[in-house]
Structure formats: C-alpha cells, structure tokens
C-alpha cells in the first residue's frame, strides 16, 4: 500500500471519531473556536472562499452564512469518508460544493479566492509538502487578501503532547515538530503581514496572513 493511500486509508475510518477528537483536544464542545476563525477571517457578502483540509466541514456552514447566497464556499479534502461526513452538515440547495483533491495541488485557477481556511490540519501533512501547499495558497488567493489558519497549541500535558508527536510521526509528518518552534517564521516567507491570535478556549492559535503578491 503506498503512503498516499494509506492516509486516505487513515482518514476516512478516522472521519467517524474526528469531531469528537477535536472537541476533546480543544476543550470546546460547542465549537466556539470555530465560530471565533470565521469571526476574524475578513469576507464579504458574495464571496468565494476555500477550506482546505475541510475534514468533517465544520466551518463550512458558518463560511456560508458570512458570504450569503451570492457567494461561494468550497470544501477541498482528499479523504471521501471526510466529505461525506460533511456533505450531512451542509443544505443540499446550498452555495457549497466539495473538491476531492491533494490540498498540496490544488486544482484551481490564480487569483480565484477572496479567502482561504485551514482548521485544525496544516501540521498534520505529510513532511516536506506544508512549503509546497503555502505557495499554492499564495497563487490561489486574490492579491492583499487573506490565509486564516487555526491550529491546536501545544497541550501543557506532557502524556497528552506525546501521543501527538506520536501521531504525528506515525502519519509521516515529524516535520510538524520542527514547524510548530518556528510557524511565523515559515508564514512570513509567503505573507505580510501576520497576526497570532489566541481562541477564547486558550487551547488554539489562529494565524491571519496576508497574501502580499
């Protein structure tokens, strides 16, 4: 089995647990951090906006809701069993559509988008691609306009952070260690500018980032 498939593999069967797994790690069983990524991420009515790594598609409704009905959300996962979990949380009539796809390769036209999301998945990628997926982004996204992501913070418990280097590890991402001493630095080769912020829970980060072509 090759390792793309094998994740695809991992994440489908993961795609039943994974929003209790997030509620768990975050504290926030009613998803308040995600309400707060789509509070900070700068849309208008009537515009087009890409969650990468959509998983279960959380932030799917809550991006519709903020474009409206003349815009544009489009969920983007390589994991079937993740977007079907996500297309039950979505109106079938709705402004939202779904792209299988390799987020590192995404399959879209330059200067497409008016935002771009990332919820709870930049670290977990295969070592070595996080670079090629931020030049994606960079090529995607409208010029001046923005890449939100949001990510777990370290957890203080030392059990708890080793079975997520463990995780990490076990999905060819160790590089995620590396990227979690050194974020800003890595962001600031391809925005500016860029803006930590802390969720209400304290338990995630969101960066705001700039495309700055």
């Not at 489908?12 to 900070?40: G, Q």
């Not at 090629?132 to 090529?139: A, F």
Request: hydrophobic share 40%.
């Amino acid at each position: 089995m090759c390792a793309g498939s094998y994740r695809r593999k991992y994440y489908d069967r993961f795609s039943r647990i994974y929003d209790k797994f997030v509620a768990l790690h975050s504290r926030d069983t009613r998803e308040n951090t995600r309400e707060f990524l789509v509070a900070k991420t700068p849309l208008e009515r009537g515009d087009k906006v890409l969650d990468i790594c959509t998983g279960t598609g959380s932030l799917l409704p809550r991006l519709e809701k903020k474009v409206g009905i003349r815009g544009l959300v489009v969920g983007l996962d390589f994991s079937r069993g993740m977007l079907e979990v996500a297309r039950h949380k979505v109106s079938p009539h709705s402004n939202v559509c779904f792209v299988e796809a390799d987020a590192v390769f995404l399959p879209f036209k330059e200067n497409v988008f008016d935002a771009v999301t990332c919820s709870h998945a930049f670290y977990e990628l295969k070592s070595g691609t996080q670079d090629r997926l931020l030049q994606d982004i960079v090529r995607v996204l409208k010029p001046g306009k923005t890449f939100v992501m949001m990510e777990h913070e370290l957890p203080d418990n030392n059990f708890i952070r080793f079975l997520l280097y463990v995780r990490f590890f076990s999905m060819g991402a160790g590089r995620a260690v590396q990227i979690l001493r050194h974020e800003r630095e890595m962001l600031e080769k391809y925005f500016s500018p860029v803006e930590k912020l802390s969720t209400p829970s304290g338990r995630s980060k969101i960066w705001i980032c700039t495309n700055k072509k």
